[in-house]
């Protein structure tokens, strides 16, 4: 007799899942559209416990309550029920696998997306190894989460070493040429804690050998000087401290309700901006149809989940979200788990400084959901312990993922003397279109930027600059502009930033003033 490997098969008592279901899994990523068909799976939340089911039941009520506490609770009651009957049917998919390990089938679809990335970029006559790989729907920053899940199932979900070896390399090489640090974050902590439940001589040497591998290419890639690899160890924030800073303006307009799912993303955008579904390689964009064009940029987002979901749905909202959240995670971990505990923890790092729960998106989001339904339906019936865990965990989950709060709380700004040599913009104008303002500034010397933005019940950044603040003496004389609100009146503001974006929302200096708009003239 032959002995086996238990990581190659399942439990022969574990059925299949039904072969419209791997057919689901296999397209998810190549064409994540066909996604919502999952919410025709809600009857399999039938397969729930009942400690599962309230806190499904405690999620949904989080999310209809401050929606009908909104200026337009009707839409947004809708938009809150969409939602949540999108991420039920998601696990409710997987609900009906017997394993996480049964989510293997994603690897083709993933393979497509690799090769598809890597054709792309190579057809426009782009080098990959020279810039950030593209794709024709994805961000360098999905395509670096779609490695990551490969090399999750590559060395987790069992089955023959003939597609899981190539898959993971591959996988890997792609998570490299991204240039994305949250995916190569993600990866590595997923791939540890996954290790750590499961303890196989087989895996360990799976996960020494894809350390090895990815130790080396960042060397080579940072000999070579690769922009994409070198970027992996960049700490600037690109931008994102902004975002945080708008984002907490929203929150601090409407503190109890939230404005609204899929609605920070009018806030967010700047003045006058339309809504885009993905950007091309070659810098143009797709619109979104008027229908969704209607609600703003549904998928503009916080770059942080406690952010958009305090933003979205208020304090009870981002209650009822940590609550399942830590569930699922606790779940993950007391099962041993190590694929679902792998996907998990590292869609929920990633997620610290990017959206990644966010549904309808680039299967990524999908993915997350469909692996919580997978350790939901294995939890017990009845278990004060699980409720002890989810709890204390979705505590640590909240406390680590809201670090722009913490920071710019427990660590504000430091002071800078900065002031304003020269400040020319209009306050009263006759269109709101192309504002100009041009400013000249006295700082310590350095690097910094310089952003202008125009606020109302809360603010959108309108332009930013780089300046350098030479030894003595002030900065040249900058010119910022670009569209306002088409309101009456409304406050613009000056922002200084440091030059490299940290993980502190707060400016280090702002000034502001109020614009107003002449009535505009009847026709005679």
């Known amino acids: 007799m032959t002995a086996t490997d238990p990581s190659r098969q399942l439990p022969a008592s574990v059925a299949a899942p039904p072969l419209w279901l791997r057919v689901w899994l296999a397209l998810l990523a190549p064409l994540y559209f066909l996604a919502p068909v999952a919410v025709f799976a809600l009857p399999a939340l039938r397969r729930l416990p009942g400690a599962a089911w309230w806190v499904l039941g405690f999620y949904a009520l989080s999310q209809q309550l401050p929606a009908l506490l909104t200026p337009e609770p009707l839409i947004n009651s809708g938009l809150a029920l969409a939602r949540t009957l999108l991420i039920f049917g998601f696990i409710a998919v997987g609900a009906s696998l017997s394993s996480a390990r049964q989510l293997a089938p994603l690897g083709v679809g993933l393979a497509v997306v690799y090769i598809t990335a890597l054709g792309l970029t190579v057809e426009s006559g782009l080098n990959p190894l020279s810039q950030r790989l593209g794709h024709p729907y994805m961000t360098p920053i999905t395509l670096g989460l779609a490695g990551a899940a490969g090399i999750w199932l590559a060395l987790f979900a069992g089955g023959r070493l003939w597609w899981r070896v190539p898959l993971g390399t591959v996988a890997l090489g792609i998570l490299l040429l991204s240039g994305s640090r949250g995916p190569l974050a993600a990866a590595l902590i997923g791939a540890a804690l996954g290790f750590a ?230 306050r009263k104008v006759t269109d709101t279109q192309n504002y100009q303002a041009f400013v000249r500034l006295n700082l310590p010397p350095g690097p910094y930027r310089v952003s202008l933005r125009a606020c109302q019940r809360s603010c959108s950044t309108i332009t930013t600059l780089p300046v350098t603040a030479p030894a003595s003496g002030p900065t040249p004389l900058l010119k910022l502009g670009g569209n306002l609100y088409d309101v009456r009146e409304q406050r613009v503001e000056l922002l200084l930033y440091p030059a490299k974006g940290s993980v502190r929302p707060q400016p280090l200096a702002q000034t502001s003033w109020t614009v107003t708009r002449a009535p505009k003239q009847a026709s005679p």
């Open 197 to 426: 439940v499961r303890q196989s001589r087989r895996v360990a040497l799976g996960i020494l050998t894809g350390a090895a591998l990815l130790a080396g290419g960042f060397y080579l890639g940072q000999r070579l000087d690769l922009p994409a690899i070198s970027r992996l160890s960049n700490g600037d924030t690109s931008g994102r401290d902004l975002v945080w800073n708008n984002a907490l303006s929203v929150i601090r307009s409407a503190p109890v309700s939230g404005v609204g799912s899929y609605r920070l993303g009018a806030r967010l955008s700047p003045p006058g901006e339309g809504c885009t579904l993905w950007p091309a390689p070659d810098g143009s964009v797709t619109p979104c149809p008027a229908w969704i064009d209607r609600l703003g940029q549904p998928w503009l987002i916080a770059h942080n989940v406690t952010l958009q979901e305090l933003a979205e749905s208020g304090p009870l909202g981002l209650l009822g979200l940590f609550v399942l959240l830590g569930t699922a995670a606790a779940a993950a971990w007391r099962q041993h788990d190590p694929l679902g505990l792998a996907i998990l923890s590292g869609l929920l790092i990633a997620t610290a400084n990017d959206n990644t729960l966010i549904v309808p998106g680039p299967f990524v989001g999908e993915l997350f959901w469909v692996t919580v339904g997978t350790v939901l339906a294995r939890m017990p019936q009845r278990s004060p312990a699980v409720g002890w865990a989810g709890g204390v965990t979705a505590a640590g989950l909240l406390a680590a993922l809201s670090f722009p709060l913490l920071v710019g709380a427990l660590r504000p700004a430091p002071p800078i003397q900065a002031s304003l040599d020269a400040l020319i913009a209009p």
